[in-house]
């Protein structure tokens, strides 16, 4: 609402101080720190402009600017719940500067929902080969655990060890040997330098199937944030992962990947963020060979596109598409062509905050996998509805 009055009234102290606090509460640090700066340039002894800027400061991790800002509106002798903020925030920077700062969070999330295709196989019979029904698409009912749990340690100003866990268990009602669980470890430290941040991670994840091992997976990835403007945001990310396949060696491999996503928040009263990205890979197999080349060793490119809106106070929609193409290197030993495959999905999210820490979820997925090669074409959609509760 302020920027719509900002041509006509910037300039004017008393609409910038209301501008610039409206900014900071939205973090969009940087204009509330120009509106203030331009309060102070025209009235020196506004102590309310210093006061903001000081959290503007504080907000914004330049803790020297900010204590500095805070003593000296403290040292006007301001009323005593003033007094009582700015020792709150003092005290706030001082257990940053000293190694005092920890963080740990978690959640714990139950779903309900339908698979129309637990093994992402095909729906009908082919042409070069006959399947069995087992190895047909088939349906099921299932139940779903999701869980995790974050610590930060920011032992300095702007440095931080990160720890990260997440679980993901499904069980099928009648297809038990599809039953799978997750169990991802992450540990990194990040960084902040001006506009950006920056995180290296190491990454453990163990992938079972109907409770013997599957796969697992050992990487690195580097994260890049960078702060565009005050509504707009780059995320990148280089990844580098070793999958191992416990009984199948041949399909052993090393991905590479690269990708980005943009991130602007709109006008309007839905509060939309939208999400535009882009990706690019590289599979290599360990040892190259007839099955590896045609079904492991590939490049694959692929872009997203995903719109946030929150229509209500505590209801967030979020519908998302994904578009993937994969090219592999080597002929199929069957088909005696070299296969490319074409996946999109659309995913709807809905969250409904009923409470601080509890929310219900409703999740729709729909994914289309078109292939030249007709073993690896299906189509599969998902449902479920989950309750999620936080910690902190």
Same mark, same amino acid.
């Given at each position: 609402?302020?920027?719509?009055?900002?041509?006509?009234?910037?300039?004017?102290?008393?609409?910038?101080?209301?501008?610039?606090?409206?900014?900071?509460?939205?973090?969009?640090?940087?204009?509330?720190?120009?509106?203030?700066?331009?309060?102070?340039?025209?009235?020196?002894?506004?102590?309310?402009?210093?006061?903001?800027? $000081?959290?503007?400061?504080?907000?914004?991790?330049?803790?020297?600017?900010?204590?500095?800002?805070?003593?000296?509106?403290? $040292?006007?002798?301001?009323?005593?719940?003033?007094?009582?903020?700015?020792?709150?925030?003092? $005290?706030?920077?001082?257990?940053?500067?000293?190694?005092?700062?920890?963080?740990?969070?978690?959640?714990?999330?139950?779903?309900?929902?339908?698979?129309?295709?637990?093994?992402?196989?095909?729906?009908?019979?082919?042409?070069?080969?006959?399947?069995?029904?087992?190895?047909?698409?088939?349906?099921?009912?299932?139940?779903?655990?999701?869980?995790?749990?974050?610590?930060?340690?920011?032992?300095?100003?702007?440095?931080?060890?990160?720890?990260?866990?997440?679980?993901?268990?499904?069980?099928?009602?009648?297809?038990?040997?599809?039953?799978?669980?997750?169990?991802?470890?992450?540990?990194?430290?990040?960084?902040?330098?001006?506009?950006?941040?920056?995180?290296?991670?190491?990454?453990?994840?163990? =992938?079972?199937?109907?409770?013997?091992?599957?796969?697992?997976?050992?990487?690195?990835?580097?994260?890049?944030?960078?702060?565009?403007?005050?509504?707009?945001?780059?995320?990148?990310?280089?990844?580098?992962?070793?999958?191992?396949?416990?009984?199948?060696?041949?399909?052993?491999?090393?991905? =590479?990947?690269?990708?980005?996503? =943009?991130?602007?928040?709109?006008?309007?009263?839905?509060?939309?963020?939208?999400?535009?990205?882009?990706?690019?890979?590289?599979?290599?197999?360990?040892?190259?060979?007839?099955?590896?080349?045609?079904?492991?060793?590939?490049?694959?490119?692929?872009?997203?596109?995903?719109?946030?809106?929150?229509?209500?106070?505590?209801?967030?929609?979020?519908?998302?598409?994904?578009?993937?193409?994969?090219?592999?290197?080597?002929?199929?030993?069957?088909?005696?062509?070299?296969?490319?495959?074409?996946?999109?999905?659309?995913?709807?999210?809905?969250?409904?905050?009923?409470?601080?820490?509890?929310?219900?979820?409703?999740?729709?997925?729909?994914?289309?996998?078109?292939?030249?090669?007709?073993?690896?074409?299906?189509?599969?959609?998902?449902?479920?509805?989950?309750?999620?509760?936080?910690?902190?």
């Amino acid at each position: 609402m302020a920027n719509t009055m900002l041509a006509e009234h910037e300039g004017d102290p008393a609409f910038d101080i209301q501008y610039a606090v409206a900014a900071i509460e939205t973090f969009h640090l940087e204009e509330g720190v120009f509106a203030l700066e331009r309060v102070l340039l025209v009235d020196p002894n506004n102590q309310l402009a210093r006061l903001e800027l $000081a959290r503007a400061y504080y907000q914004q991790r330049k803790f020297d600017q900010a204590t500095a800002m805070f003593n000296a509106v403290k $040292a006007k002798n301001p009323p005593p719940r003033v007094v009582t903020r700015i020792d709150r925030y003092l $005290a706030l920077i001082e257990q940053r500067r000293v190694n005092r700062f920890t963080r740990v969070q978690g959640f714990v999330e139950l779903y309900a929902g339908y698979d129309s295709n637990v093994n992402s196989a095909p729906g009908s019979q082919l042409t070069r080969v006959v399947l069995s029904d087992d190895a047909l698409g088939r349906g099921d009912s299932f139940m779903a655990l999701k869980a995790g749990a974050d610590v930060e340690h920011r032992y300095a100003e702007d440095r931080s060890l990160i720890f990260e866990t997440r679980l993901d268990i499904r069980y099928y009602d009648t297809e038990e040997e599809q039953d799978n669980s997750n169990l991802t470890l992450k540990a990194g430290h990040r960084w902040y330098e001006g506009k950006n941040q920056y995180q290296f991670n190491v990454v453990r994840q163990d =992938y079972r199937l109907d409770e013997e091992g599957y796969r697992d997976l050992m990487g690195i990835s580097f994260d890049w944030n960078r702060q565009l403007s005050k509504r707009s945001l780059l995320r990148s990310y280089l990844a580098v992962n070793d999958l191992k396949y416990v009984s199948s060696e041949w399909r052993d491999s090393r991905q =590479y990947s690269l990708g980005s996503n =943009y991130l602007y928040a709109g006008d309007g009263n839905w509060k939309p963020v939208y999400v535009l990205g882009g990706f690019i890979g590289n599979e290599k197999p360990d040892e190259p060979g007839t099955l590896a080349d045609g079904d492991v060793d590939r490049n694959f490119y692929g872009v997203s596109l995903g719109v946030q809106m929150t229509p209500l106070q505590d209801l967030t929609f979020m519908p998302s598409l994904v578009y993937q193409v994969s090219e592999y290197a080597g002929e199929h030993w069957i088909y005696n062509l070299k296969r490319k495959d074409k996946y999109a999905a659309l995913n709807l999210n809905v969250n409904w905050r009923f409470k601080p820490d509890w929310s219900l979820l409703a999740t729709y997925s729909y994914a289309d996998a078109d292939s030249n090669i007709e073993l690896n074409e299906f189509r599969r959609e998902q449902i479920n509805f989950g309750l999620r509760r936080d910690f902190k």
